[in-house]
């Protein structure tokens, strides 16, 4: 889960500038953590919460045979 959230950040980010820079199409992408879209933004800090989750959470667990 936390490399596709790891990969998604950068694929938005990277598409994003790819934009601004001329070099790739314009679509309808917004860029994580900054543009004014209120459900990208909504959705980007839901999936960082859930790698942030997913961290605080992490437990071994041991099974004795």
């Known amino acids: 889960m936390c490399a596709g959230v790891a990969a998604m950040l950068v694929l938005q980010t990277t598409v994003s500038v790819g934009m601004c820079l001329a070099v790739s199409p314009v679509i309808g992408i917004t860029l994580p953590f900054v543009s004014a879209g ?3 933004v909504l959705a980007t800090y839901i999936t960082v919460g ?5 961290k605080m959470h992490k ?3 041991i099974f004795d045979a």
């Not at 859930?50 to 997913?54: E, F, I, R, S, Y």
């Open 38 to 40: 209120g459900s990208s």
């Open 50 to 54: 859930l790698v942030h989750a997913v």
């Open 59 to 61: 437990k071994r667990f």
